[in-house]
């Protein structure tokens, strides 16, 4: 009966041990030697940042001198209305492009008039200036095509030198085609010392191919800094006293000697009172900042503008070379 008892609690130790054994199955150790619990449940999602959308940059012109490559103006055509007001945004742009050729009163604009290049004492080139062209029409269509995607414009500028060859300069004055001579009293010394200035300041200027001739350009202000004096000068149909008096003779004189070639004219003005050195209807005034007279060499030949300043008289002769004498000769 004892033994029976014994066998029992054998078996009964036996199936404990394997209860336990089974029931460890179901547990882990964690690194920390923890019991830890397998869970069922799927891994928690890793919380993901929002995208940002990439910021969108403004549309860009920039206007660009061809010469030093700065810019000299941005534009946003965003901001000033190219999407929505073309018209209005075309308009600011014009302006723009008048300023920037013409200038305003504080600022030069690009635009320049050729200053001709003259002969010295020594049979040297004085050289002047060239004429400079900032074409706004152009100008304006490039800042508008532009203004749809962004970019660079450089400025339209077109620069014209004088129409003539250096090696035809020493032969300009072989020949001369025509002349001019009015005549001054000597004795009025202020009015005497302006003419014989602005004669000096026209004396063997180059007139090239094509080339434009504007009076106030070529000789300047003619104020006191300049060396000119007081003297009758006509002003609104009266005579009044003035500095640079006098100039007005030289540039008829120079009027009446180009006119016989035949060259075409872009500005002149005459006097509100006839003047008695030439015959009326004959008169080119000037003043500079006013009134010019300016005319273009179409004869295709260069020719050169000689003046001599005498005593009560000034002569202007136009003159060139022995090979170019045909074509300039009575106007032709």
Not at 57 to 86: A, Q, R, S, Y
Not at 126 to 149: D, F, Q, R, W
Request: glycine share 10%.
């Amino acid at each position: 009966m004892a033994k029976q008892k014994w066998v029992v609690s054998l078996l009964l130790i036996g199936s404990l041990i394997g209860v336990a054994g089974c029931s460890e199955k179901t547990v882990k150790e964690n690194p920390k030697g923890e019991n830890a619990s397998v869970s069922n449940k799927p891994p928690e999602k890793q919380l993901q940042e929002p995208v940002k959308e990439e910021e969108q940059k403004p549309t860009v012109v920039n206007v660009i001198d061809p010469n030093t490559k700065t810019i000299l103006k941005t534009f946003l055509p965003g901001e000033l209305g190219f999407d929505t007001d073309k018209v209005t945004y075309q308009k600011e742009i014009e302006k723009f492009a008048k300023d920037l050729a013409r200038g305003t009163e504080t600022t030069p604009g690009y635009d320049q008039r050729m200053i001709l290049d003259k002969i010295d004492s020594n049979g040297k080139i004085i050289k002047g200036k060239p004429k400079i062209i900032l074409e706004e029409t152009e100008l304006v269509e490039k800042v508008m095509a532009a203004s749809a995607n962004g970019g660079d414009v450089e400025m339209p500028l077109y620069v014209t030198d004088s129409g003539y060859k250096p090696e035809d300069a020493a032969h300009l004055s072989e020949v001369v085609v025509a002349t001019y001579t009015t005549r001054f009293n000597s004795g009025v010394i202020g009015r005497s010392k302006n003419i014989e200035l602005s004669a000096q300041a026209i004396n063997n200027v180059i007139v090239g191919t094509g080339d434009s001739f504007s009076f106030n350009t070529t000789v300047g202000p003619s104020d006191a800094a300049h060396g000119y004096q007081r003297a009758k000068e006509i002003v609104d149909k009266q005579l009044v006293d003035g500095i640079g008096g006098g100039i007005c003779q030289t540039s008829s004189t120079l009027f009446n000697a180009v006119d016989q070639i035949g060259v075409s004219y872009i500005e002149k003005h005459h006097h509100s009172l006839s003047v008695g050195y030439v015959p009326a209807g004959r008169d080119a005034t000037v003043s500079y900042g006013g009134p010019d007279f300016r005319f273009q060499n179409t004869k295709g030949v260069p020719f050169l503008i000689k003046t001599i300043y005498g005593k009560g008289t000034l002569t202007v002769e136009i003159r060139t070379s022995t090979a170019y004498q045909s074509l300039l000769a009575n106007g032709n």
